[in-house]
């Protein structure tokens, strides 16, 4: 190769090294170009694994929802389906078998909170289903047993109080008779002793 060739494959190999080194540096100018690596959302949901409420009774349960993801999860919502013999209500007027909370756009490192009543009205086992569901995410669901407990009936005294009362009444009246005869008989015996 003659020296005229090697002195342009090396100036062009220059100019190549040059740009490339200007491209990765941002632009010819010399401002390194700003790339936004969003990340992505990660939902949670949290609820006790277990109710126990009494027949009739209304129980509380908690729900918490978090985004521990750096993206929002966007168009967000909260359902709570009831199974079973459980009945939802979040004013403890209204009762459904299905509640649906609106969150919308829900931004990362975030949480919300949300009450929900729970009601039985036979002694039996339900379920509640938890899910959380956003467009950018898969579902997210936990679920809570419901254990009822049957109501119990007021308890009643064995021992009937009439008679009771009817025992006292009388033996009050009979127990200062013979606390007083026992005394006029004690006052007999110190005047038979002081007349001797």
């Keep these: ?12 190999l220059l100019a190549t090294l040059l740009a ?3 491209f990765s540096a941002g632009t010819l100018r010399g401002e390194s170009p700003r ?10 949901v949290y609820a006790p694994p277990s109710l126990n409420i009494t027949q009739g009774s ?25 199974a079973g013999c459980a009945y939802l209500s979040t004013d403890g007027e209204n009762w459904k078998k299905n509640l649906t909370f609106f969150l919308g756009t829900f931004p990362g490192h975030s949480l919300r909170r949300f009450t929900v009543f729970v009601a039985c009205r036979e002694a039996e086992r339900g379920r509640i289903i938890v899910t959380a569901v956003a467009d950018n995410h898969d579902p997210v669901i936990t679920t809570v ?7 119990e009936a007021p308890r009643q005294s064995s021992v009937e109080w ?8 009388l033996s009050t009246p009979i127990a200062y008779y013979m606390v007083s005869r026992r005394r006029s008989k004690e006052k007999k015996k110190k005047k038979s002793f002081n007349d001797v």
């Design 145 to 151: 047993d419901v254990a009822v407990q049957p109501r």
């Design 162 to 169: 009439t008679p009771v009362l009817a025992i006292l009444a």
């Design 35 to 44: 790339v936004e690596v969003q990340g992505y959302p990660r939902l949670l």
């Design 58 to 82: 209304v129980g509380v349960l908690v729900c918490t929802v978090s985004n521990v993801g750096d993206a929002p999860a966007e168009n967000t919502y909260l359902s709570v389906v009831a």
């Design 20 to 22: 490339v080194n200007a």
């Design 1 to 12: 190769m003659s020296r005229r060739v090697l002195l342009g494959l090396s100036l062009l």
